[in-house]
């Protein structure tokens, strides 16, 4: 894959002429499998008409704006989207707006003042079932009827591919919801990741023997994987990696009530309040239990860094 450093945009006034755009529209969220050959399709494409790949999404999440601020849960904030889109090669990421008006256009606006205005597109890579415009009036074949005018070409994603997509985010949100991190990841194509920054807890790990770093997230809709105790690596200011274990939960044992993010570090005994820590989710060890006593809690602990140092 080309070493290429992305580029993003986000403002729209202000895009570059385009070589030979090929461009697909989405939100993406979470770049898994599914959207990994969507983006694959688009690079190909790219190579052949030695033209650009360029990938619209739209912040914050169209659904947060059409569902008047319902919670969104997001598998990928838009850092890590960048993160992920570079990897795989992607020359452009255009981060458009997504507000009230720009839902409002009609699809006719949206094609020519967006699409061919801001990006000159010589080709358009996009579902049977991509909708646009207001109210959602706008179609695939509206699309291609508009290219004979516009003089970009439209080529469409098969209906099984989109079924995956679908299928591979739903199951991805439900397996992290509910612990199953073999399947996330499978879907993924990675291994889910989040970060926080470290900051200070009640140190009463550091009393039975393990002590953690806790984690405050930043964004809010990051969807966390559900209770429980986790076998991991961490990076510390993007430094290389260590092994730990993660607990999630509200720490019944001690009488908690709030849900908070904990991480072990092997071998670790530095001073990281204020850093940033990025935890790679590598399998789910149990279920988070409520113990008679820290001594029970400290037995079990040991047996959880077997069974995570085993597991990494």
């Known amino acids: 894959m080309p070493d290429i450093m992305i580029q993003v945009h986000r403002n729209l006034e202000e895009l570059p002429m385009f070589n030979n755009a090929v461009i697909t529209i989405g939100s993406f969220d979470g770049v898994h499998l599914g959207h990994q050959q969507i983006l694959g399709q688009l690079r190909q494409e790219a190579d052949r008409i030695k033209g650009e790949t360029v990938v619209i999404t739209f912040h914050p999440h169209p659904r947060k704006v059409v569902s008047n601020g319902r ?37 006719g606006e949206y094609v020519e003042n967006f699409l061919v205005k801001k990006f000159r597109p010589h080709t358009i890579i996009i579902g049977y079932d991509h909708r646009f415009g207001k109210a959602r009036s706008g179609d695939y074949h509206l699309l291609e009827q508009l290219g004979e005018t516009f003089g970009y070409q439209v080529k469409e994603i098969s209906e099984s591919l989109l079924n995956e997509i679908i299928i591979s985010s739903t199951k991805v949100r439900e397996a992290l919801t509910e612990s199953d991190i073999d399947t996330a990841n499978q879907r993924l194509g990675y291994e889910y990741f989040f970060s926080g920054t470290v900051v200070e807890g009640n140190k009463l790990g550091r009393t039975i023997g393990y002590p953690t770093a806790n984690l ?97």
């Open 216 to 312: 405050e997230i930043a964004e809010e809709e990051k969807l966390i994987p559900g209770n429980g105790v986790y076998a991991v690596t961490v990076s510390i200011n993007d430094r290389a990696a260590h092994k730990g274990m993660m607990n999630i939960g509200i720490r019944p044992t001690i009488g908690g009530t709030k849900r908070v993010i904990e991480v072990n570090i092997f071998d670790f005994n530095q001073d990281i309040y204020g850093s940033t820590v990025k935890v790679f989710v590598k399998a789910f060890i149990r279920g988070e239990v409520k113990f008679t006593g820290l001594d029970q809690l400290k037995e079990q602990l040991a047996k959880d860094k077997v069974s995570a140092s085993a597991l990494l």
């Open 71 to 107: 919670e969104v849960k997001i598998l990928t904030t838009l850092d890590e989207k960048i993160d992920l889109l570079d990897k795989l090669g992607i020359n452009h990421l255009v981060v458009t707006p997504f507000n009230e008006a720009f839902s409002q256009q009609t699809p």
